[in-house]
């Protein structure tokens, strides 16, 4: 069935800088890549989306990169903010039902 | 805020009970999607309903159904409960042709005793 890794499991960033977190999926009909924040004890919310006829997509500090024949996403999180620190995922879908990777914890010292 | 509402908040069983949780999706959308996320795992895809019918099913046991009712709430409910049944139970509710976008509700936590 469909899988996807993600990574770094941890990451820790200075504010102001860049954060990247990286996913890999396994099935090629995967159309639609969703990245969602969790922040503690909360609902994961919906931060930005890319389908696969579209390589890049911003949305102000945040930007998410599709290469579909390496089936390779990726979140770009730039001049990163304390407020920022969440667990972060990435899934991967092809009908509604979404498979997850297994988050990224970031953290952004002031 | 997505609209997405659930109750209880919280819930603790004891194994071998039986447990129903309760999603009430946002205004419009007529697709109910369940995820049980472990501590510390991401969301696992249950199962969906969509015309209060079963609409995909990951690798659950059958002692997890769910039920969807015509004003698109919906039940989840776990039979003969395990330890390892405790976990956050996610509804997302989504809009059937609106490109898979899903809005999560805040979640029941359940614990197993």
């Known amino acids: 069935g469909e899988n996807v890794e993600q990574h770094p499991s941890t990451l820790s960033v200075q504010e102001g800088d860049s954060a990247v977190i990286k996913c890999t999926y396994s099935?090629?009909?995967?159309?639609?890549f969703p990245w969602y924040k969790q922040e503690l004890g909360k609902r994961p919310q919906l931060i930005i989306d890319i389908r696969s006829n579209v390589g890049e997509k911003k949305d102000q500090r945040i930007a998410v990169t599709l290469n579909k024949t390496a089936k390779h996403f990726s979140l770009h999180i730039t001049e990163t903010q304390p407020e920022d620190s969440a667990v972060y995922f990435c899934a991967a879908s092809k009908t509604d039902k979404l498979i997850f990777g297994t988050g990224t914890r970031l953290q952004v010292f002031p | 805020e997505t609209g997405v509402t659930q109750s209880p908040t919280h819930l603790i069983k004891t194994r071998g009970q039986q447990v129903t949780l309760r999603c009430s999706s946002q205004s419009g959308h007529n697709t109910v999607s369940w995820y049980q996320q472990a501590l510390g795992q991401g969301p696992q895809f249950i199962f969906q309903?969509?015309?209060?019918?079963?609409?995909g099913r990951g690798n659950f046991p059958p002692r997890f159904s769910g039920l969807q009712f015509p004003n698109y709430s919906s039940e989840l409910n776990v039979n003969a409960l395990e330890l390892d049944d405790s976990a956050l139970y996610l509804c997302?509710?989504?809009?059937?042709?609106?490109?898979?976008?899903?809005?999560f509700g805040p979640g029941t936590r359940l614990t197993v005793t």
């Open positions: 099935d090629s009909a995967s159309n639609y």
């Open positions: 997302a509710s989504s809009l059937v042709g609106k490109s898979y976008e899903q809005y």
């Open positions: 309903y969509y015309r209060e019918e079963e609409n």
